[in-house]
């Protein structure tokens, strides 16, 4: 089973600032991860697949980067509607089908 | 406008069965993968199972493995999960999401199931 980690687990920053989130995978994933936003009470929403792909409607100040074991979600300048959970997950070497345990973003 | 509607949560009892449902519209339901996916109060997601487009091919999570059983009606655009022999661990809110090479491009609202006596 493939080991998703996210750090840092909790993330304090302000608005217009740069956040720098990191999925690492236990084996290599190649570009198979997808990154996912959830606010409270909310369904997860898709945000970057195949690690650097932004989805439909996504704005361009999320980016994904990263191969292999290292992943990056970067939020190039926060607005206060980002603040929420975000996962990654993966779908190289499944089933299972595996999700990091979240990292935790929240705007001061 | 892609529509997933998930049903069929509620309160049962440990040892208990539940079938969920989860209804779809505003895409061609019978060419997409699906997938059902929990998250426990407070905690993170978990993936629970999955059905490929013609419902032949099925995985599952070794938590569930032998009591849930994951199913497709194309002709009613519906996807399934029946769960069998439940424990408190499985309460959660359960979403069905739609697959896109491996990515989930849509999800349901989500259905919550309490296991509890």
């Known amino acids: 089973e493939v080991v998703l980690t996210q750090s840092p687990a909790t993330l304090s920053l302000s608005p217009g600032e740069r956040a720098t989130l990191s999925c690492r995978a236990s084996?290599?994933?190649?570009?198979?991860l997808a990154w996912y936003q959830q606010k409270p009470g909310q369904a997860p929403r898709l945000l970057i697949s195949?690690?650097?792909n932004r989805a439909t409607g996504i704005p361009a100040r999320f980016s994904g980067s990263g191969s292999g074991t290292d992943f990056t979600l970067t939020i190039s300048s926060l607005e206060p509607e980002d603040s929420a959970v975000y996962y990654c997950?993966?779908?190289?070497?499944?089933?299972?089908?595996?999700f990091g345990q979240g990292t935790r973003l929240e705007i001061k | 406008e892609v529509q997933l509607v998930e049903s069929g949560g509620g309160l049962v009892q440990p040892g208990g069965s539940l079938r969920l449902s989860c209804a779809a519209s505003?895409?061609?339901?019978?060419?997409?993968?699906m997938n059902w996916v929990r998250q426990a109060p407070g905690r993170g997601l978990e993936w629970v199972s999955y059905?490929?487009?013609?419902?032949?091919?099925?995985y599952y999570a070794d938590s569930v493995e032998g009591r849930f059983t994951i199913s497709r009606d194309n002709a009613r655009n519906s996807l399934y999960l029946q769960m069998n022999s439940l424990r408190a661990e499985d309460t959660a809110v359960y979403y069905c999401?739609?697959?896109?090479?491996?990515?989930?491009?849509?999800w349901g609202q989500g259905t919550l199931v309490t296991v509890s006596s």
């Open positions: 999401a739609r697959d896109g090479s491996g990515s989930y491009y849509s």
């Open positions: 505003g895409f061609s339901f019978s060419s997409y993968e």
């Open positions: 059905i490929g487009s013609s419902g032949s091919t099925k």
């Open positions: 084996q290599s994933v190649i570009t198979y």
């Open positions: 195949d690690a650097s």
């Open positions: 997950q993966q779908r190289y070497n499944w089933p299972p089908i595996t």
